[in-house]
């Protein structure tokens, strides 16, 4: 009994390693599609700086790292001699950070608040659906008058687009929480007050939570690449001025560093994001 069981776990395991090797290949054949696909639109068009070829873009994210460029951190005025990449990046997360935990914060918060209590839902939820369709980046002007072409006004604009996202996935959570599982608390002498919230509604909502604040890492980056393009200081300003210098290649390095940053990001936050869950 016991080597047939043996048996079914090797050939469970070898399944699912021969999966993961397929789906491996299959990625790293889509990927060479595109980079071949690219090279071709490179070489076949004209000028060619209008499109920057693989190699060229590489050499110049290499660059990005042969010089070095000094770097103002906000609040302390102690100054940084980085890389001239890193230094770049570290101007975009002085506010992308700010305004991605901050919006966070006040997202999941006041979704929790509004998921969880009526009342408070049915006063703020026209207010909710007026402001909800206006883009964070419509918010530029005032972010601008406000705060300024800086890390204040470009970390206003971040804080709009992840308030959104993280307060209807909290909002969304706790309206999905079951009725039953809330039945079953109230049979067991939790009341429907914080303890309820607190015991049954933030766990079953946790998933959804965490989900809207993975998403909102990702959409953040490009909203605040797009309120660099109006003058703050960053990644996405530097993608601008090269090209405004015809310079593609660099431009193309640095939504590199973009998509590496955001890749750190994520794997950091779905190990985390594990851990939170492991009681599932």
């Not at 696909?37 to 209008?50: A, D, E, F, I, N």
Request: aromatic share 12%; net charge neutral.
């Amino acid at each position: 009994m016991s080597c047939q069981t043996d048996t079914s776990s090797n050939t469970v395991v070898a399944a699912r390693f021969e999966g993961g090797v397929r789906r491996y290949l299959r990625g790293l054949g889509g990927l060479l599609v595109f980079l071949l696909v690219w090279w071709v639109g490179s070489m076949t068009t004209q000028p060619s700086y209008l499109v920057p070829g693989p190699v060229d873009s590489v050499r110049a994210f290499v660059d990005l790292f042969v010089t070095s460029t000094a770097v103002v951190v906000p609040l302390f005025g102690a100054e940084l001699v980085l890389p001239t990449g890193l230094a770049h990046l570290a101007e975009t997360l002085f506010h992308y950070v700010p305004g991605l935990l901050l919006g966070a914060s006040c997202g999941i918060s006041l979704g929790l608040a509004m998921g969880w209590n009526g009342m408070l839902d049915d006063w703020l939820r026209p207010l909710v659906r007026v402001l909800r369709p206006i883009p964070p980046l419509a918010w530029v002007v005032f972010a601008i008058v406000w705060f300024g072409i800086h890390h204040t006004g470009a970390a206003f604009i971040v804080f709009v687009g992840a308030f959104w996202i993280n307060f209807y996935g909290a909002y969304g959570g706790v309206e999905d929480v079951s009725s039953e599982l809330t039945d079953a608390a109230s049979t067991l002498g939790v009341e429907r007050d914080l303890s309820m919230l607190k015991l049954v509604a933030l766990p079953s909502a946790a998933p959804q939570v965490l989900t809207g604040f993975r998403t909102s890492i990702g959409r953040c980056w490009m909203i605040v690449v797009g309120a660099e393009l109006f003058g703050a200081p960053g990644v996405g300003y530097e993608i601008i001025n090269a090209s405004n210098n015809l310079a593609m290649a660099t431009s193309v390095a640095y939504m590199f560093l973009i998509s590496l940053a955001f890749l750190c990001m994520d794997v950091g936050f779905r190990l985390v994001e594990r851990r939170v869950l492991a009681w599932r």
